[in-house]
């Protein structure tokens, strides 16, 4: 893992606990994404990220020294962040949790550009998993009863996607994302005007996590209203 420029990195001295739970690690604690590692005082979650919770065990960390390595770290205690802040770390990138959404955008959007077009997830879309999307479903009519998600197709291919990477009971993590190539055109925009509008037909509250200030701004744009922002650490052996 780099630092892409589709990354912010942390540039605070401060705190970069996240005081929020965000709802991927709500539903890693309830069995439904990620593993659980607990001890007496605490607990280590592994998702995409890996959430530190509770306060740190260096017996158990001493027989478990690959739960923390090269993997994104999110320190949900200050004693976690005391721990990590002590350890190689390679990089620390910023992050920003919105407070979850439930009614529709109304964003006044551009119209798509000539040769592009909007659809909803098909289930020909859905089984080539456009940038990973999607995987979070055990197959495509799991994903149309309880997931959203619309994309921007240019000559036949997907250029530009958002939809719901997971949900759990009547919430959904949104994923967005487009094609290097086709971005600067508010392709994104539609995509995510689409997929919320889906998840409030559907009676759903969206998340969204944003992993840089382009990310951010489109949320704000869409009605989101940031809540949080926090660090993510990655240390090496």
């Not at 709500?26 to 659980?36: D, F, H, N, Q, S």
């Not at 382009?214 to 926090?230: N, Q, R, T």
Request: glycine letters at 8%; a negative charge.
């Amino acid at each position: 893992m780099g630092t892409q420029s589709i990354y912010e990195i942390w540039e605070k001295d401060g705190s970069g606990v996240l005081s929020v739970e965000p709802l991927i690690l709500t539903a890693c604690k309830e069995g439904r994404i990620g593993t659980v590692f607990s001890y007496p005082d605490g607990a280590i979650y592994k998702t995409i990220f890996t959430f530190l919770c509770g306060k740190p065990d260096e017996a158990f960390l001493a027989e478990n020294p690959d739960l923390i390595y090269n993997t994104r770290l999110v320190c949900m205690s200050s004693e976690w962040e005391e721990y990590i802040r002590k350890l190689p770390i390679k990089f620390i990138l910023r992050r920003e949790l919105m407070a979850p959404l439930r009614c529709a955008s109304d964003k006044k959007l551009r119209p798509l550009p000539e040769g592009y077009s909007i659809s909803s997830f098909t289930e020909e879309i859905f089984e080539a998993h456009p940038f990973d999307q999607g995987r979070g479903y055990v197959d495509y009519p799991d994903f149309s009863q309880k997931g959203t998600g619309a994309v921007v197709l240019f000559d036949g291919r997907v250029v530009s996607a958002s939809s719901s990477f997971l949900t759990f009971e009547d919430h959904v993590e949104l994923d967005v994302f487009t094609d290097e190539e086709h971005r600067g055109k508010g392709l994104a925009d539609h995509c995510v005007f689409e997929m919320i509008r889906q998840s409030v037909q559907k009676g759903l509250t969206i998340h969204w996590d944003a992993q840089n200030p382009m990310s951010s701004k489109m949320a704000i744009g869409h009605g989101f209203v940031p809540e949080a922002e926090y660090a993510v650490y990655w240390v090496e052996k």
